[in-house]
């Protein structure tokens, strides 16, 4: 069983460059969300979905977009880097009454 | 702000003992509380739940104690084994609100053969 894969699982980008995030899951689940993890802190929601077609904001929404076009997939964007945005970044999906299932992160790191 | 707050980064244990580890919660409308597990290059997995209805739920060696009325969760694993030795996050949040849940900063726990 897949259930969430992230897609790349490591980045480098330069400040400024802009990348995509994906996020895809097989288990037909209705709500999907991006988290960054930080050093000492917990994961932090960015953007979430509750359903096809549907993005809302998070804890920490700036500088990022979301869009979710299929039901199983949840794309994360960063339209211009910046060092500040060095994370590791976590997708999770759930069936909306269940708790999360999470993908094993992408590793970015933006100089 | 920190809506979910775990105070001890660090937690270190004998085999088969009991590690308890903790989690402080400000947000009185929170009605649903997790703790997951994860390891190093992995997701966090799920791995015991509680609703605001009870006090107590338990799976196997893992129990999680909630306190509403000091916003104070507990997760308590007995006996502790080596293979228990990762990274605990609490999280916290409503059923009312599209299960968003806010996470605590995360308790690594070590278990000593």
């Known amino acids: 069983n897949a259930g969430v894969t992230q897609t790349p699982k490591f980045r480098v980008l330069k400040t400024g460059q802009s990348m995509t995030l994906l996020c895809a899951q097989d288990?037909?689940?209705?709500?999907m969300y991006w988290y960054r993890q930080d050093p000492g802190m917990g994961l932090r929601l960015i953007h979430y979905?509750?359903?096809?077609?549907?993005?809302a904001k998070g804890e920490v929404p700036d500088g990022y977009n979301v869009s979710r076009l299929k039901k199983q997939n949840f794309l994360l964007g960063l339209e211009s880097a910046a060092p500040s945005q060095t994370s590791v970044y976590f997708c999770?999906?759930?069936?909306?009454?269940?708790?999360?299932?999470f993908g094993d992160g992408t590793r970015l790191s933006i100089l | 702000d920190q809506q979910v707050k775990q105070n001890s980064p660090s937690l270190s244990v004998q085999e088969g003992r009991i590690s308890i580890l903790n989690c402080d919660y400000t947000n009185s409308m929170f009605d649903y509380f997790l703790w997951y597990k994860k390891y190093p290059a992995e997701g966090p997995t799920f791995l015991i739940s509680i609703s605001s209805i009870k006090d107590k739920n338990e799976d196997g060696r893992f129990t999680v104690f909630l306190n509403k009325s000091a916003k104070h969760l507990s997760l308590h694993i007995v006996p502790s084994q080596p293979g228990d030795s990762a990274v605990y996050f609490c999280a916290s949040g409503g059923t009312y609100n599209f299960n968003k849940f806010y996470f605590g900063s995360g308790t690594k726990l070590n278990v000593k053969p």
């Open positions: 999770a999906s759930s069936p909306g009454d269940q708790p999360q299932h």
């Open positions: 979905s509750v359903g096809e077609g549907t993005t």
């Open positions: 288990m037909n689940h209705e709500y």
